[in-house]
């Protein structure tokens, strides 16, 4: 079994900041890709950023310049560091990470969401 634990969201003014982390635990051989993606109310999940076990990132064009991915493999942990925040940033951001566990499976996992919530 393999958990998903995501912290740091929580209410900001428009251009303030919030870094968001998400840690993975349990049954663990190794872990390739681990991103964000967040989902607005009335709208579909979307990727925020990506990157890989080896440190390559993916972003969305809405946050390039402005957010940054990073990861600790020796942690298992992942940083969504983001600036420059605006109203339409606000959704519930849901970690994300491509498991492979001890027993060979390799699946997606989910964290719980943190909700981040940017006023004008």
């Known amino acids: 079994q393999v958990q998903l634990v995501e912290s740091g969201g929580g209410l900001v003014q428009a251009g303030g900041s919030l870094r968001l982390s998400c840690a993975a635990s349990?049954?663990?051989?190794?872990?390739?890709?681990m991103g964000w993606y967040r989902q607005a109310p009335g709208k579909q999940r979307e990727l925020v950023a990506t990157?890989?076990?080896?440190?390559?990132?993916n972003y969305a064009d809405s946050v390039k310049g402005r957010f940054t991915l990073s990861r600790d493999n020796a942690k298992n942990t992942v940083y969504l560091q983001m600036n420059s925040l605006k109203p339409e940033d606000t959704a519930v951001y849901y970690c994300?990470?491509?498991?492979?566990?001890?027993?060979?499976?390799?699946?997606?996992?989910w964290g719980q969401g943190t909700q981040v919530t940017v006023s004008s």
């Open positions: 349990g049954s663990i051989y190794s872990i390739s890709t």
């Open positions: 990157i890989s076990s080896g440190g390559s990132t």
């Open positions: 994300n990470a491509r498991v492979s566990t001890w027993s060979l499976r390799t699946s997606d996992y």
